[in-house]
């Protein structure tokens, strides 16, 4: 599968079906132009899922989260307000031995790849953190994450 422009929610490989935790930032933010930090948030909360949309550029995508492009500050996924320089281009690479639409999501230098934060209450938001992605044989479960196209029309 490859990845198009459109609208998709991104889920948390972690879970069963309709309860993997999506992704994205926070429902409720605080009011300024600072960088908002994307999470793994908990699946049993009664929000709408976040929708993501994705962007086709010449080598790879950008992604945004709540109309904001994401990138990395401080080794942990953002939302930029502003232009900034640290929005990324990612790489959506499917591991389709993992199931349908799951994928890594890199750096286009392949250098790093987003990561749920491994600790935490389960009943609590997790950070996305970068981490080293070492071998595309051997993913870890934390790495993967579902992409589910909410904008494609349905053929009759």
Sequence with gaps: MTMENGIYVIFD?????????PIGRYPVEELTLSPK???SLPSNQSFE???WV???????CRLKAFGCPVGIHKN????FMLNEKEIEEWTVTFRPH??????TVERMDKSAAWCVEEKGNPEQPKRIMMKQLRD???IPEEMLFTFVRMDKKMSR
Excluded: C, M, T
Aim: aromatic fraction near 12%; hydrophobic fraction near 25%; glycine fraction near 12%.
């Design 37 to 39: 930090p994307v999470f």
């Design 76 to 79: 942990e996924l953002y939302a």
């Design 49 to 51: 899922f976040p929708k």
């Design 13 to 21: 490989y972690h879970g069963e079906g309709i309860n993997n935790p």
């Design 136 to 138: 595309s044989q051997q």
């Design 98 to 103: 993992h199931g349908k639409d799951v994928a």
């Design 54 to 60: 994705l962007e086709k550029k010449d080598r790879g």
